[in-house]
């Protein structure tokens, strides 16, 4: 009986909620164009605000109405915070509030990160850094790819680290022998580095001509000689997880 209730309470609910959603206007057809328009971009500015989260199309098409264009109303968010110190960006296949990059360095001395800011809020070594690079451009990879790249061990240490932080995932096994774990970048990767999907890494080529990564170096083991310094030796490592 007790769980019956429990139920028909749920139920109720769910009732009450799908009842406010009818009831909430999206249409605002009673409006003229100019204010129905104005309504809309608040909503939308409001709920990427609340939003811990970025904050996807679908769930902003549920906030205006059916012949609303999404896109044209971020563009006219962004421009009226043209000058404003935050911006609307999109990220991680939907928008955030994002602090400008002028204002990191203001952010980070207020509260010891750049809080709300594109990125760099994880603490992370250089050599974290490249071998979150190499995931981001040649994943699906394994540790052992990596280490063979960099030509020393990758620990499990590290991986584990970039793991904490939410920025690396396990991939799909490799169809290599033993079948180890292959490692890919999450969603918490293009929102750490402000990216909105992964399209949006700087070009391989374009990195190359600036001298930034060389596929050469990489693949012998050359790219950073400072690499064995940086205290994430894990002697006797073995295999993959």
């Known amino acids: 009986m007790a769980e019956a209730a429990r139920k028909r309470r749920g139920q109720g609910r769910s009732d009450d909620r799908r009842s406010a959603?009818?009831?909430?206007?999206?249409?605002?057809?009673?409006?003229?164009?100019?204010?129905?328009?104005?309504?809309?971009?608040?909503?939308?500015?409001?709920?990427?605000?609340?939003?811990?989260?970025?904050?996807?199309?679908?769930?902003?098409?549920?906030?205006?109405?059916?012949?609303?264009?999404?896109?044209?109303?971020?563009?006219?968010?962004?421009?009226?915070?043209?000058?404003?110190?935050?911006?609307?960006?999109?990220?991680?296949?939907?928008?955030k509030h994002l602090t400008r990059p002028a204002y990191a360095d203001a952010i980070r001395s207020a509260f010891g990160t750049a809080v709300g800011g594109s990125g760099g809020a994880v603490d992370m070594t250089q050599s974290e850094v490249l071998v979150l690079m190499c995931i981001a451009y040649f994943q699906p990879i394994t540790r052992a790819e990596l280490s063979s790249f960099f030509g020393k061990e990758v620990s499990r240490d590290l991986i584990g680290h970039l793991r904490g932080a939410a920025l690396i995932a396990s991939g799909p096994r490799s169809p290599t022998p033993g079948a180890p774990y292959t490692y890919v970048t999450t969603k918490a990767f293009l929102v750490e580095f402000g990216l909105d999907t992964l399209r949006d890494l700087p070009d391989f080529e374009a990195l190359e001509d600036a001298g930034l990564l060389s596929k050469e170096k990489l693949l012998a083991g050359d790219i950073m000689p400072g690499f064995s310094n940086d205290g994430d030796e894990d002697a006797g490592v073995a295999g993959d997880e």
């Open 21 to 95: 959603d009818q009831l909430f206007d999206r249409e605002l057809d009673h409006l003229p164009p100019e204010v129905r328009w104005r309504e809309w971009m608040n909503r939308v500015e409001a709920t990427i605000f609340a939003a811990s989260e970025p904050v996807t199309r679908e769930v902003l098409a549920r906030i205006v109405g059916r012949t609303c264009s999404i896109d044209l109303l971020i563009d006219d968010i962004r421009e009226e915070l043209r000058g404003r110190p935050y911006d609307l960006v999109a990220i991680a296949g939907g928008w």
